[in-house]
């Protein structure tokens, strides 16, 4: 039986399936164990074609409702790729998951969904001059590791009334930054009064309790800012990189630098509004154009640091080159053929590096390929692998690479290599 808690991703899970129809069961309950009735399961389906280096699809949701046991299940399941989210009033539901597939011949997997009873934060955000601002946003954010760098992660948000007050609910006990912030007013505000993430001030809150008097006044001003200035060019041929949009991200994951802009037709590019930080410049994975047209999306990476002091930063040269391509296979060390078709998902080692992690379905066979991959370290992570199956061993262009990111820093692309040994002990 496997255990899921909020905040914790599901296992790359793989559910009951039996003569061409699949079944997901499971039941919810509270923290000491008793079930919980009338919460609500959502199921989503992923449908059509995933974008090149996107782990999400558009999907379809099928809704169930636990009864006085607190069981729910889903019958008559297609193969495909699945999802579940939890929710009950006044418990925090459980948002963060991770897909899994259901596939021919694999055996019974039970969820046992845990819920938290909610907790509530509210308090009163004003101007400077302590007059109230409605409509202003108001988030909650928790801090976390992801990959030995310190994230933050938003969980709830609000919007103020006309007395400026605001309420924000479902949330599951435990620590929280919160920042507000007003289109027409001032810059976004830490509680309990800092323009800075570093200053801001943690808010506890404990099952079934409500926070209140979290008061923030939004400042007016805000920290000195500068301008990024640079040239971009290809690396094949050296040619300018005309139209590529760039982003300032936070190297230590605390956020963004500026507004981001594109590259001019000389290869020119500048990014206003940028606080003092190291930052890393990176391409941007989204929709480009020009004229107002939208085209198809960026497949060129590019990434260099940036630290900004006290002045403007200029000669920030940026080398873009096309994304790359990783082909592999995943096999069975006894030689015996999968029974089920693996996924392979990069994942940047460092920061999120040009939006979702880059991953393949393999095929009947076990081969893939990942496309879409940018010029940065990647941590490997096979998923929906065979009932029982471990991973033994990976190998990137014959070096080992169990235990270790592989590198495309330098821009070369390789053949992948996974084993898998129903008795590893790796």
């Known amino acids: 039986m496997e255990m899921v808690r909020f905040a914790l991703f599901l296992s790359a899970g793989l559910v009951a399936f039996g003569q061409g129809a699949g079944r997901i069961e499971g039941r919810v309950v509270n923290a000491s164990g008793a079930p919980l009735e009338k919460a609500t399961v959502t199921l989503s389906r992923a449908s059509g074609t995933p974008s090149p280096g996107s782990v999400f699809l558009t999907s379809q949701a099928t809704i169930a409702e636990t009864g006085s046991d607190g069981r729910f299940s889903f019958a008559n399941l297609e193969p495909s790729q699945y999802s579940l989210r939890v929710a009950r009033s006044g418990y925090a539901p459980l948002e963060r998951f991770r897909t899994f597939f259901i596939e021919p011949g694999i055996p019974p997997v039970e969820f046992t969904f845990v819920l938290t009873p909610q907790a509530v934060i509210t308090g009163r955000i004003t101007d400077s001059d302590g007059d109230p601002l409605e409509n202003a946003g108001v988030s909650a954010f928790r801090d976390g590791d992801e990959r030995d760098r310190k994230r933050w992660i938003p969980i709830g948000s609000s919007r103020t009334d006309s007395q400026g007050n605001f309420r924000i609910g ?79 991200n936070s190297r230590d994951g605390l956020g963004s630098g500026g507004t981001g802009g594109s590259v001019r037709d000389d290869g020119s590019f500048e990014i206003k509004g940028v606080r003092a930080g190291t930052y890393l410049l990176q391409t941007v994975e989204a929709f480009g154009g020009s004229n107002g047209m939208v085209s198809s999306s960026w497949t060129d990476k590019g990434q260099v640091e940036v630290t900004v002091t006290d002045h403007d930063e200029v000669g920030v040269l940026i080398a873009i080159r096309p994304a790359m391509t990783i082909a592999g296979i995943v096999t069975m060390e006894d030689g015996t053929k999968l029974t089920v078709r693996p996924s392979v998902v990069l994942i940047a080692h460092d920061l999120p590096f040009n939006g979702p992690d880059a991953w393949a379905r393999g095929r009947e066979d076990g081969s893939f390929e990942i496309r879409n991959l940018g010029p940065v370290l990647y941590d490997i992570q096979p998923a929906a692998l065979p009932a029982g199956a471990m991973v033994k061993s990976i190998r990137f262009n014959g070096r080992d690479a169990t235990h270790a990111p592989i590198d495309l820093t330098g821009g070369s692309e390789g053949r992948l290599e996974i084993v898998l040994s129903k008795s590893a002990t790796n």
């Open 170 to 248: 479902t949330l599951p006990p435990g620590r929280y930054f919160i920042a507000a912030g007003s289109r027409n007013y001032g810059v976004t505000t830490y509680y309990p009064g800092s323009w800075d993430m570093t200053g801001a001030a943690a808010v506890t809150v404990e099952p079934r309790s409500e926070r209140s008097g979290i008061d923030i006044r939004v400042r007016q001003d805000g920290p000195p800012r500068f301008t990024v200035r640079g040239k971009a060019s290809m690396i094949s041929g050296g040619s300018v990189a005309a139209g590529q949009m760039l982003t300032l």
